[in-house]
Nanobody, 123 residues
Framework: QVQLVESGGGLVQAGGSLRLSCVAS????????TGWFRQDPGKDRRTFVA???????????SYADFVKGRFTVSRDDAKNTVTLQMNSLKPEDTAVYYC?????????????WGQGTQVTVSS
């Protein structure tokens, strides 16, 4: 069982930056692919944002087209942490952001999810 706890959400103006962090409880966290999803206001589904492989993969990163060049995902397995650096934020980035971990590649079917953190970008 892996528990994930996100932090770092908040309110920011368009063009600003936020850094989301997710801390995992399990020492086996490094084995899992991990990443970030978001749930836009009024939507039921969570949309993939960014992912990074675990120790069993090449550790490569992947991004949704709408965040490429603006967001960066990274992990520090010594600290059981995955981070999402979000730059040049837009109002349409407003959403609840979720950390996930599971089999590679991380997907909406990931086994473990955090509780989510709200990101609001004002225009």
């Amino acid at each position: 069982q892996v528990q994930l706890v996100e932090s770092g959400g908040g309110l920011v103006q368009a063009g600003g930056s936020l850094r989301l962090s997710c801390v995992a409880s399990a020492r086996t966290f490094s084995r899992y692919a991990t990443g970030w999803f978001r749930q836009d206001p009024g939507k039921d589904r969570r949309t993939f944002v960014a992912g990074i492989g675990g120790s069993g993969s090449d550790g490569s990163t992947s991004y949704a087209d709408f965040v490429k060049g603006r967001f960066t995902v990274s992990r520090d397995d010594a600290k059981n942490t995955v981070t999402l650096q979000m730059n040049s934020l837009k109002p349409e980035d407003t959403a609840v952001y979720y950390c996930a971990a599971g089999a590679h590649p991380v997907s909406e079917f990931a086994a473990y999810w955090g509780q989510g953190t709200q990101v609001t970008v004002s225009s």
